[in-house]
Nanobody, 129 residues
Framework: EVQLVESGGGLVEPGGSLRLSCVAS????????ITWFRQTPGKEREGVAT???????SYGDSAKGRFTISRDNAKNTYYLQMNSLKPEDTATYYC???????????????????????WGQGTQVTVSS
């Protein structure tokens, strides 16, 4: 099983940027998806962006054009670069692994949180002036 640890959250003004990191340790399997989810109180977790083991990516509507998911294999780290942040981006952000899976990123993103078997502890992002 893989262990995931997020970092990089914080307070940022509207229009600003943040880069979240998710460090993976343990065995991830050869085929997997890593998805960034976010959650606000009283709401379900929302898939924001996904990257699969073939480097395919997929984005939720709220992230398209503003967020970029990437990875650094040497560091076993997955990133979520968030630009042009809005107050509605305020949430706790989690990275999660769906492994093993043969699904491509665009299909992984459509899966609900229950399909993911490893989760980080979350990092808070607050967008406010």
């Amino acid at each position: 099983e893989v262990q995931l640890v997020e970092s990089g959250g914080g307070l940022v003004e509207p229009g600003g940027s943040l880069r979240l990191s998710c460090v993976a340790s343990g065995y991830l399997f050869a085929s997997y998806c890593i998805t960034w989810f976010r959650q606000t109180p009283g709401k379900e977790r929302e898939g924001v962006a996904t990257i699969d083991s073939d480097d395919n990516t997929s984005y939720g509507d709220s992230a398209k054009g503003r967020f970029t998911i990437s990875r650094d294999n040497a560091k076993n780290t997955y990133y979520l670069q968030m630009n042009s942040l809005k107050p509605e981006d305020t949430a706790t952000y989690y990275c999660a692994a769906n492994a093993p899976t043969t699904l491509e990123a665009r299909h992984c993103l459509l899966q609900g949180p229950d399909e993911y078997n490893s989760w980080g502890q979350g990092t808070q992002v607050t967008v406010s002036s």
